[in-house]
T-cell receptor
Framework: GQNIDQPTEMTATEGAIVQINCTYQ??????LFWYQQHAGEAPTFLSY??LDGLEEKGRFSSFLSRSKGYSYLLLKELQMKDSASYLC??????????WGAGTKLIIKP | IAGITQAPTSQILAAGRRMTLRCTQD?????MYWYRQDLGLGLRLIHY???????GKGEVPDGYSVSRANTDDFPLTLASAVPSQTSVYFC????????????FGEGSRLTVL
């Protein structure tokens, strides 16, 4: 079967750095997405990786290793507004999106 | 630009009743999707449409139906609601199916009693 694994919940301190990991086992790979979802709101796009390496976008960076079936989302200079769930999703060989359950990130002052 | 609009935002429904969740997009995207989101589970695809006039079944289609009469509208119908259909429902769209960024509506919270 296809599977996306993410930690259920993480806690970090305002101003710090946090890394949210995502491992996947899917039938093929055609890209990996990260989305942010604040409580009670819709998911919004953060990043897309299809090649190995690090993609940086402001305070957020996303890394991909296709050989290891692994990605992480790195958030720097954490702000209280970064408290949200972070969803990892993989596009499989049939171009279907497989979603992880999400990681709830709690930021403490 | 509104993006994707869903209605209603919240609804309480008696079991056995018929319910249609509406979804409209103004981005002229070809692909549209209906997902349900339940606590502790990832987004699960109910139905999708690659383009106007076509629809397909997702991971959890039973008890739901959709239509895509035009590019903008993609309603989701529960023919006879059951309590297990209590969930938050998200409509989404993308330029092409599953090859690009998804844009989500604000969600419809449905409670079936």
């Amino acid at each position: 079967g296809q599977n996306i694994d993410q930690p259920t919940e993480m806690t970090a301190t305002e101003g710090a750095i946090v890394q949210i990991n995502c491992t996947y086992q899917t039938s093929g790979f055609n890209g990996l997405f990260w989305y942010q979802q604040h409580a009670g709101e819709a998911p919004t796009f953060l990043s897309y990786n299809v090649l190995d390496g690090l993609e940086e976008k402001g305070r957020f960076s996303s890394f991909l290793s296709r050989s290891k079936g692994y990605s992480y989302l790195l958030l720097k200079e954490l702000q209280m507004k970064d408290s949200a769930s972070y969803l990892c999703a993989v596009v499989d060989s049939n171009y279907q999106l497989i979603w992880g359950a999400g990681t709830k990130l709690i930021i403490k002052p | 630009i509104a993006g994707i609009t869903q209605a209603p935002t919240s609804q309480i429904l008696a079991a056995g009743r018929r319910m249609t969740l509406r979804c409209t997009q103004d981005m002229r995207h070809n692909a549209m999707y209906w997902y349900r989101q339940d606590l502790g589970l990832g987004l699960r695809l109910i139905h999708y449409s690659n383009t106007a006039g076509t629809t397909g079944k997702g991971e959890v289609p039973d008890g739901y139906s959709v239509s895509r009469a035009n590019t903008d509208d993609f309603p989701l119908t529960l023919a006879s609601a059951v309590p297990s259909q209590t969930s938050v429902y998200f409509c989404a769209s993308s330029e092409q199916r599953d090859t690009g960024e998804l844009f989500f509506g604000e969600g419809s919270r449905l409670t079936v009693l």
